[in-house]
């Protein structure tokens, strides 16, 4: 369980579902459906967009050891260390 991609989930949603309808508003396209499928396709990029970042932050951080990391659970448990 990432807990950083979650939390930047919250803050690369709104980005990558803004600048397609910010381009799609300058180029005159004021139709619904239009902006309905920018806003889902935003939405939808989200979260592999915060887990990238997440996992870039994690990488360039000196302090984070992903070797003590247990991953054989599938769900894991509140207490357990970040991934």
Known sequence: MD?????LTFLTGP???GIPV???FTLDYYA????????LAGT???WPA???I???IKKQDPTWDETRVDRTDAVPRPG???V
Do not use: F, G
Not at 32 to 39: E, F, G, M, N, Q
């Open 22 to 24: 910010i381009i799609l």
């Open 50 to 52: 915060a887990y990238a």
């Open 80 to 82: 357990d260390p970040e």
């Open 32 to 39: 619904w459906p239009t902006i309905a499928l920018a806003v």
């Open 15 to 17: 980005v990558l579902a």
């Open 44 to 46: 939808l990029l989200s």
């Open 54 to 56: 997440s996992r870039k």
């Open 3 to 7: 807990r950083l991609s979650i939390w």
